[in-house]
């Protein structure tokens, strides 16, 4: 069965430090894995996207990494602000435009001044 | 702009009434999705359309409908309303073909309170 595990499941840090994010997944045929932000109260935006030749990508204070063959995906902040306070979602996908992407159930972050 | 856009936003039913939540997409997006959301769950699929007359069952479906009648609206309804609807509601659209698919643009959701 494919699956999306992310952790921690939590974390609160101060503003300015850095924070890392994991997310382990089992999505086999493998196309791409996107990072979602979702903000209290709204709807996910993708952050980013990995396909599998790729295996850092920066957005900004944000940058995701894959290892395609562990399976692994992380995503750093760097230099955290209170706007970063939300969800973020790993979600994997399979290949063709009609495969249902399989999702994590989430890291909620939370960024204190 | 193209937009995803759910009405209504906020709505509180009685057990057994039949309610139904509205999704428009102006992106021309074949895929539509119905997922909700609760607190240590995440977000999980309902239903799902590939395109018009097309609908899909998610993971968690019983209890729910989707019709497609167009390319721009994916309505969810609940037939009966139960307490463990309770939950709030996103619809979400991509495009269906290409190497940079899968990008799910969601609307800002529906939060239900089924009394």
């Known amino acids: 069965k494919n699956q999306v595990e992310q952790s921690p499941q939590s974390l609160i840090i101060l503003e300015g430090k850095n924070c890392t994010l994991q997310c382990n997944y089992t999505v086999s045929p493998f196309s791409n894995l996107r990072w979602y932000k979702q903000d209290t109260g709204r709807g996910p935006v993708s952050l980013t996207i990995?396909?599998?030749?790729?295996n850092t990508k920066s957005n900004g204070r944000y940058t995701a990494t894959l290892d395609a063959d562990t399976k692994q995906s992380s995503l750093h902040i760097t230099a955290s602000q209170l706007s970063d306070s939300a969800s973020y979602i790993c979600v994997v996908s399979g290949p063709g435009g009609s495969y249902i992407p399989t999702f994590g159930r989430g890291t909620s972050l939370i960024v204190h001044p | 702009d193209a937009e995803i856009t759910q009405s209504p936003r906020h709505k509180i039913t009685e057990t057994g009434r039949q309610v139904t939540l509205a999704c428009h997409q102006t992106?021309?997006?074949?895929?539509m999705f119905w997922y909700r959301q609760d607190l240590g769950h995440g977000l999980r699929l309902i239903h799902y359309s590939y395109g018009v007359q097309d609908t899909n069952k998610g993971e968690v479906s019983d209890g729910y409908s989707v019709s497609r009648s167009n390319t721009e609206d994916l309505p969810l309804t609940l037939e009966s309303a139960a307490s463990s609807q309770t939950s709030v509601y996103f619809c979400?659209?991509?495009?269906?073909?290409?190497?940079?698919?899968?990008?799910?643009?969601f609307g800002e959701g529906s939060r239900l309170t089924v009394l």
């Open positions: 979400a659209s991509s495009e269906s073909r290409g190497a940079a698919t899968g990008e799910l643009f």
């Open positions: 990995m396909t599998f030749s790729e």
């Open positions: 992106w021309n997006h074949n895929n």
